[in-house]
């Protein structure tokens, strides 16, 4: 294999993340299948506002800090976002955490998903809604920093994510 084969590989195996923010966007490149949670905390970037940063449910998808509105793409386009996250549906968690108060409202995007449960497949537009748990619908939130509280036990509920070991061994 050449270099340019090694770069068509690395290609294939990386997706863009755009995040939004009422301080701004910011363009990052993932690792393809991994957790949306994980991939915005080793970017440097909270799924969750203010204090939620440490308290959360760290990924069992109970609490509901970590919702964002997902939608298909990094263009302007309208692509439907089925093809760009798994799961496609919302799970039943999922579904129950985000009608849940203060999560429900009428006005609700569809597209709000909960980060810590949600595979990145494809490039995906990310919004942060302001609120304790990112439930409002019309005003972003501003951009926190990721807080690492806990080390590498941050990610210890994230089993789909593929591991670093894959990744630097099929380099």
Same mark, same amino acid.
């Given at each position: 294999?050449?270099? #340019? *084969? /090694?770069? &068509? +590989? @690395?290609?294939k195996?990386?997706?863009?993340?755009?995040?939004e !923010?009422?301080?701004?966007?910011?363009?990052?490149?993932?690792?393809?299948?991994e957790?949306?949670?994980?991939?915005?905390?080793?970017?440097?970037?909270?799924?969750?506002?203010?204090?939620?940063?440490?308290?959360?449910?760290?990924?069992?998808?109970?609490?509901?800090?970590?919702?964002?509105?997902?939608?298909?793409?990094? #263009? *302007? /386009?309208? &692509? +439907? @976002?089925l093809?760009?996250v798994?799961?496609?549906?919302?799970? !039943?968690?999922?579904?129950?955490?985000?009608?849940?108060?203060?999560?429900?409202?009428?006005?609700?995007?569809?597209?709000?998903?909960?980060?810590?449960?949600?595979?990145?497949?494809?490039d995906?537009?990310v919004?942060k809604?302001?609120?304790f748990?990112?439930?409002?619908?019309?005003?972003?939130?501003?951009?926190?920093?990721?807080?690492?509280y806990?080390?590498?036990l941050?990610?210890?509920?994230?089993?789909?994510?593929p591991?670093?070991?894959?990744?630097?061994?099929?380099?």
């Amino acid at each position: 294999k050449n270099n #340019d *084969d /090694d770069d &068509d +590989d @690395n290609d294939k195996r990386m997706v863009t993340m755009k995040f939004e !923010t009422s301080t701004g966007t910011k363009i990052m490149t993932v690792r393809k299948g991994e957790i949306l949670r994980t991939a915005m905390l080793k970017q440097g970037v909270s799924p969750h506002n203010g204090n939620s940063r440490f308290i959360n449910c760290r990924g069992l998808g109970t609490c509901g800090t970590c919702a964002v509105e997902v939608t298909g793409s990094c #263009d *302007d /386009d309208e &692509d +439907d @976002n089925l093809l760009f996250v798994l799961p496609k549906e919302k799970s !039943t968690r999922e579904t129950l955490r985000l009608q849940f108060p203060p999560h429900g409202s009428p006005d609700q995007s569809p597209n709000l998903r909960l980060a810590c449960q949600l595979q990145l497949l494809g490039d995906v537009t990310v919004k942060k809604r302001s609120g304790f748990r990112g439930q409002d619908s019309n005003d972003l939130a501003e951009e926190y920093d990721a807080q690492l509280y806990f080390g590498d036990l941050e990610f210890l509920l994230d089993n789909k994510s593929p591991s670093e070991t894959k990744h630097e061994k099929s380099s």
